[in-house]
T-cell receptor, first 113, second 109 residues
Framework: DSGVTQTPKHLITATGQRVTLRCSPRSGDLSVYWYQQSLDQGLQFLIQYYNGEERAKGNILERFSAQQFPDLHSELNLSSLELGDSALYFC????????????FGPGTRLTVT | DQQVKQNSPSLSVQEGRISILNCDYTNSMFDYFLWYKKYPAEGPTFLISISSIKDKNEDGRFTVFLNKSAKHLSLHIVPSQPGDSAVYFCKGANSKLTFGKGITLSVRP
C-alpha cells in the first residue's frame, strides 16, 4: 500500500459525458501527478501540481483539467469524453516539487462506451 | 524519457540467475537516479535509487550501479525470482515525467 488513494476504482460512462477522478496523496506529500495508461501506450504524464499550484504539464488534452485543493487532494476532470479516453488513470505523489520518488495509487479504470 | 534511455526493451532470465537491466543517460546534471517496477494494470512502484555522488547502492536482492564516466546505470537483481517479472523503468530525478516503454523482464521458473 503506497498510501496514495484514488476513487473511484472503476468508472463506466458514455461518450460526451464528464467525470471527475479523485486522488489523495500520501500524508506529507505536496506534489500530485496524474498519468494516463492506454492499452497501446506507455504511462503518459498529464500534469503535476505542487502545493496547490500547477508545476508541470505533459500531454494533457484541453478537454481535461485538474486542480489541487488546500488539503492537497487533487481532482482530474475529463469532459466531452471520447471512446479513446478509456484508460487507466494513475495518480502519484511525492514529497517535494522535484521528481524524486513518486508513489502511485491503485488507479481508476475509466471505460467510455 | 529521452534523457535516460533503456538499452533494450526486454530481457529473459532463468530463475535464480542474475538479471542485469541497463540504461544510458545524456544529461550529466542529474543528481539522482531512480528505478521503478511496474506490473500490468498497476502503477509503478519505486524500487531503488542512487545519488550521483555514489557508484553503488544495494537493497536486498537489488543493486544499482552508476558509471558516471560512461553515463551508464544498471540494475542487478540477484537471485532473480518469477515475481520479478515486470516492466522496469530508469529515470533521472527531475527529468521528463513520462515513463516510456521500460524494460520488460521475464524470469523463467
Amino acid at each position: 500500500d503506497s498510501g496514495v488513494t484514488q476513487t473511484p476504482k472503476h468508472l463506466i460512462t458514455a461518450t460526451g459525458q464528464r467525470v471527475t477522478l479523485r486522488c489523495s496523496p500520501r500524508s506529507g506529500d505536496l506534489s500530485v501527478y496524474w498519468y494516463q495508461q492506454s492499452l497501446d501506450q506507455g504511462l503518459q504524464f498529464l500534469i503535476q501540481y505542487y502545493n496547490g499550484e500547477e508545476r508541470a504539464k505533459g500531454n494533457i488534452l484541453e478537454r481535461f483539467s485538474a486542480q489541487q485543493f488546500p488539503d492537497l487532494h487533487s481532482e482530474l476532470n475529463l469532459s466531452s469524453l471520447e471512446l479513446g479516453d478509456s484508460a487507466l488513470y494513475f495518480c502519484a505523489s511525492s514529497v517535494g516539487g522535484r521528481n524524486y520518488e513518486q508513489y502511485f495509487g491503485p488507479g481508476t479504470r475509466l471505460t467510455v462506451t | 524519457d529521452q534523457q535516460v534511455k533503456q538499452n533494450s526493451p526486454s530481457l529473459s532470465v532463468q530463475e535464480g540467475r542474475i538479471s542485469i537491466l541497463n540504461c544510458d543517460y545524456t544529461n550529466s546534471m542529474f543528481d539522482y537516479f531512480l528505478w521503478y517496477k511496474k506490473y500490468p494494470a498497476e502503477g509503478p512502484t519505486f524500487l531503488i535509487s542512487i545519488s550521483s555522488i555514489k557508484d553503488k547502492n544495494e537493497d536486498g536482492r537489488f543493486t544499482v550501479f552508476l558509471n558516471k564516466s560512461a553515463k551508464h546505470l544498471s540494475l542487478h537483481i540477484v537471485p532473480s525470482q518469477p515475481g520479478d517479472s515486470a516492466v522496469y523503468f530508469c529515470k533521472g530525478a527531475n527529468s521528463k515525467l513520462t515513463f516510456g516503454k521500460g524494460i520488460t523482464l521475464s524470469v523463467r521458473p
